[in-house]
């Protein structure tokens, strides 16, 4: 499968179309069973209070999940991502009552790539109010 996006077609400076992602306890839970990952600071309030968090915290990876989605939806092809990385900078705090938290995310092409046909991706992920990933960046290759 290949991206969606042509290469030719995007420039620097376009804007992704931003999505939000809900998460609530049930969605960490699940997420705990799928990756193996059961720190109890990602269920058990009273554990996650006890070592200074202001409440049950969400995965970092599940939250760096959920931001390049806004990446693999635009492009229409998971495996045009070449290249991701991101630095944690503030925790999706998840209350435990039916809304949960929101994961808001938005993406640029901050740079092109003539040779290699890739473009640079910087995302802004918020939740809260706070922005939860730093230096959060994918290389697309693009048809």
């Known amino acids: 499968m290949a991206a969606k996006i042509s290469y030719d077609s995007v420039e620097t400076g376009t804007e992704l179309p931003a999505q939000s992602f809900p998460v609530t ?6 997420y705990a069973g799928a990756s193996g990952d059961f720190n109890p600071i990602h269920w058990n309030e009273k554990f996650a209070r006890e070592v200074g968090l202001p409440d049950v915290i969400a995965h970092g990876m599940f939250t760096m999940a959920e931001a390049i989605r806004v ?3 635009w492009a229409g092809d998971p495996g045009a991502v070449v290249d ?8 999706v705090v998840v209350p435990n009552d039916d809304t949960g938290a929101l994961i808001e995310v938005s993406g640029k092409v901050a740079a092109r790539d003539d040779e290699a046909r ?6 802004t992920a918020m939740s809260a109010g706070q922005k939860v990933l730093g230096m959060a960046r994918a290389t ?4």
Do not use: C, E, W
């Not at 306890?25 to 699940?30: D, E, G, N, S, W």
């Not at 890739?118 to 995302?123: C, M, Y």
């Open 71 to 73: 990446v693999t939806d």
């Open 140 to 143: 697309v290759r693009l048809a």
């Open 25 to 30: 306890r049930a969605t960490l839970v699940q």
């Open 118 to 123: 890739t473009v640079r991706v910087d995302l």
């Open 84 to 91: 991701y990385g991101v630095r944690f900078t503030k925790p």
